[in-house]
């Protein structure tokens, strides 16, 4: 019964979903193209089966799943891989990342024929969901065409957990469907049996996020960009989201008080959002540099705004200090281990469900900074730049946590090779 009110629910809401599609194009124009893929046309089919096929919501999930995917091609270097993403953001990002390794295709609509259509016409042999993403009628067409499915990274916060209990039917039995699910912890773990996966098919394999390397391309384009700014003090506000601009800009202003030649490299987590950003910046009293046009801040600029696409990671390896957004607002926070990972400490506000025990191995070794306001970052910002040794202490901190938690996507890796398509 709850099934067959979701379906009709979603058929429903298709229209609304083309409409919002075509609302963003506005702004991205890459959201009205390629609309069969979304409506189960994927288009002509790879040469041979993919033996691998990755969902990636969007460019956090196309990060985290890159390692998994080159540690496949290199243990598979003849089989195709799949990645399907649902925005266009995400689409460039496996563009960037993976490029000629992989087949891509969005993500169709959770319609049973728009289902059926894409698995008809893209064969594949194992399914890999990153994190969180439930898809009744996904799961339920897989399963009848004998492809297992693992969820990857799982992670349920308390918020989703108890958003996704008061439809407990539904989900048990979309859950019924998964072969495994890898849990980023034993919370995580937990609560996805709460909620009616089968214990004998949860494990608990860690955070695939902690898998991180950096390529040296990457470093070294960080460094040499770090050269051509200079010496001066540079932070970073990466990932901000609407109402933490603000709070990043006035701390900014705190910051230059103190260090009247600091640099704030500004990163808005939507590219729709670049423009009003931009605006703000303008309105605290400074002209962004931006980097979408290929400017570069001269001696005195104050903010620098990163409005180019799939350059976070490089960008953190040119500041000084990391502040991790969707912090400061209610968002849940994104991922520290990226300013981990070059060595820059890292800055947080209290939001940070999405990473709860990330943060919490941070905090416990030492590792993370967390500050409650705008306030409290402008003096944290200002305390770090001031001193080599307390960021020097917090990077070494967060470096142990990060190499002491490696090896989820090996354990991955492995339950995924050992899930054979089952005979229809």
Known sequence: MMHALYNLLIH????????????????????????????GYPGPPPDGRAHLWVHAVSVGEVVAAAPLIHAWRERHPEQPVLVTTTT???????????????IHRYLPFDLPGAVGRFLK???????????????????????AHGIPILLVNARLSPRSFRGYRRLRPLVQRTLGWLDGVAARGQEDAERFVALGALP?????????????????????????LRDTVGPRP???????????????LKAHALVRQALPDALLILVPRHPERFENVSRLCREAGWEPARRSRGQLPDGTQAVWLGDSMGELL???????????????????GHNPLEPAAHGVPVVTGPEVFNF???????????????????????????????????RDALSAAATRVLESNRGAVARVLNWAEAMAP???
Request: glycine share 10%; net charge neutral; aromatic share 6%.
């Open 314 to 332: 490089m960008l953190y390896g040119v500041a000084d200090v990391a502040f991790v957004g969707g912090s400061l607002v209610p968002t849940g």
């Open 200 to 224: 004998d098919r949860v494990r608990v394999t860690g955070n695939i996020k902690y898998d991180l390397t950096l390529p040296a391309s990457l470093s070294n384009q960080a460094r040499a």
């Open 121 to 143: 016409r893209m064969p594949v042999d194992r399914l890999l969901v990153m994190e969180t993403e439930l898809w009744p009628n996904l799961y339920r067409a897989c399963h």
């Open 88 to 102: 266009p953001t995400g689409a460039d990002e496996v563009m960037r990342r993976l490029g000629s390794e992989v």
């Open 356 to 390: 709860t025990e990330v943060f919490a191995a941070l905090s416990g070794a030492g590792g993370v900074c967390q500050v409650e306001d705008a306030d409290a970052l402008g003096q944290a910002v200002v305390r770090l730049l001031d001193s080599g040794k307390g």
């Open 234 to 248: 540079v932070w970073i506000a990466a990932s901000t989201h609407p109402g933490e601009d603000e709070q990043v």
């Open 12 to 39: 429903l809401l298709t229209p609304v979903f083309l409409l919002r599609l075509l609302w963003r194009s506005r702004r991205n124009p890459a959201y009205r193209q390629r609309w069969g893929e979304r409506l």
């Open 422 to 424: 089952r005979p229809i």
